[in-house]
Nanobody, 120 residues
Framework: QVNLVESGGGLVQPGGSLRLSCAASGFTFSNYLINWYRQAPGKEREFVAGITSTGSTTNYADSVKGRFTISRDNAKNTVNLQMNSLKPEDTAVYYC?????????????WGQGTQVTVSS
């Protein structure tokens, strides 16, 4: 059974930091591209950051570049998103996503999300 479980969300003041984690199980984690997406109330889900299977390449949305850092530990099947200098517009539910190939077919897995609220 595939599972992606996010943790680390919460309430933080503007300018503060949070570290989100995503724990994966039920698939070969090290073969998958991992992404973080977010969805704010009334808005569509948007890409935040991504990291390749080996961790050699990362990609960020312009809105978070320089403030967020994605990393992964394939030995522990985890991916982290370090979020610094948080802004109220970063408020959203953050989702972990794994994208790859399984049994010759595209596989796309999602976690249940974790709420991040940036407010004074």
């Amino acid at each position: 059974q595939v599972n992606l479980v996010e943790s680390g969300g919460g309430l933080v003041q503007p300018g503060g930091s949070l570290r989100l984690s995503c724990a994966a199980s039920g698939f070969t984690f090290s073969n998958y591209l991992i992404n973080w997406y977010r969805q704010a109330p009334g808005k569509e889900r948007e890409f935040v950051a991504g990291i390749t299977s080996t961790g050699s390449t990362t990609n960020y949305a312009d809105s978070v570049k320089g403030r967020f850092t994605i990393s992964r530990d394939n030995a522990k099947n985890t991916v982290n998103l370090q979020m610094n200098s948080l802004k109220p517009e970063d408020t959203a539910v953050y989702y972990c996503n794994a994208a790859g190939i399984r049994a010759g077919l595209r596989a796309n897995y999602w976690g249940q999300g974790t709420q991040v609220t940036v407010s004074s």
